[in-house]
């Protein structure tokens, strides 16, 4: 199959496996949903999780991935359910799943990747607005971050290595690729950069999706991101919870592509894929990323994304 047929086919899959999701979820909202008379004003909502419906081509987690049935209204004290953990940030909701007491979902030796094992161990999804979170946020005791080490990367550089030896110590809590963090930067890259940083609405949101995927604050987490989409939040994060420990690891342009390219080699046998788009990162990418951390170092994050 050529290049152009096989993205084809996919795009085709993409879009019905879409439509169908979208409709068997709009089917059940009408039957199972919650009514009017259920909702109740700052509480999350919980639903029982019947079926995963994760398409083979998805990495991310999205609460559309798990087909789910209304149960009731909970108080706003059940995030913090030891097994409760965040799972998804969208414009308008926090999400979060319940999975099950069997599952070490921190265990990064046995899930290296924690948005995996969240959605297969999830047996309830929870759904809070944000203006639930900023208030069951606000009633606890002011946190600055300082219990949390981030590591800003941009992919295929060692991270997950580096996230198996801090796993290893003993001493913290590794969240390795955490969905929320990546959809946080997605939001923020498609809106106005200079406008969307300067929101004191978009800060807080930061704000209370690293508080929440680090709840308790006698405990040590460590947090290793996506990769490059996630270098957006560089600007942000000091800004949200100053005692944050950020640090940056970085590989050089050419042997980054170079290694996505022979992953997608493995997974695509051709080795056709990607391959045009990989030479021309190469040789035009514009972004020295050890610059825009000087910059963030130098308090001048602002300049780093104009």
């Not at 040590?220 to 919870?241: C, D, E, N, R, V």
């Not at 040789?283 to 308090?299: A, C, E, F, L, T």
Request: aromatic residues 12%.
């Amino acid at each position: 199959m050529s290049t152009f047929m096989e993205i084809a086919y996919i795009t085709v899959v993409y879009v019905i496996s879409n439509t169908l999701l979208r409709l068997l979820h709009s089917i059940m909202w009408l039957l199972y949903g919650p009514r009017q008379n259920d909702l109740v004003e700052y509480s999350v909502q919980e639903y029982d999780v019947l079926a995963d419906m994760k398409p083979k081509y998805a990495i991310t987690n999205d609460k559309s991935f798990l087909l789910h049935k209304f149960r009731e209204m909970k108080d706003v004290s059940c995030l913090e359910n030891e097994h409760v953990t965040l799972y998804s940030v969208t414009e308008d909701e926090f999400v979060f799943v319940r999975t099950s007491p069997e599952v070490d979902i921190f265990n990064t030796e046995q899930h290296p990747f924690i948005y995996d094992i969240q959605h297969y161990a999830a047996e309830q999804l929870l759904t809070a607005s944000h203006a639930t979170v900023f208030k069951y946020l606000a009633s606890k005791p002011a946190r600055d971050g300082s219990n949390i080490a981030y590591l800003h990367n941009h992919g295929r550089c060692g991270s997950t290595l580096v996230a198996a030896m801090m796993f290893s110590t003993k001493q913290c809590v590794v969240l390795s690729e955490p969905t929320p963090v990546l959809h946080l930067a997605l939001m923020f890259n498609s809106k106005d950069y200079p406008a969307s940083r300067r929101s004191k609405e978009y800060v807080e949101l930061v704000r209370a999706t690293f508080l929440l995927l680090c709840p308790d604050p006698d405990k040590l987490y460590f947090i290793k991101p996506w990769g490059i989409q996630t270098l957006s939040l560089l600007p942000l994060l000091h800004q949200a919870l100053p005692g944050v420990k950020e640090s940056f690891m970085y590989r050089a342009i050419r042997p980054t592509v170079l290694s996505f390219k022979k992953l997608m080699g493995l997974l695509d046998p051709s080795g056709n894929r990607f391959e045009s788009d990989g030479n021309r990162l190469i040789s035009v990418h514009p972004v020295n990323y050890r610059k825009i951390w000087d910059k963030i170092g130098q308090g001048r994050g602002d300049e780093a994304w104009c």
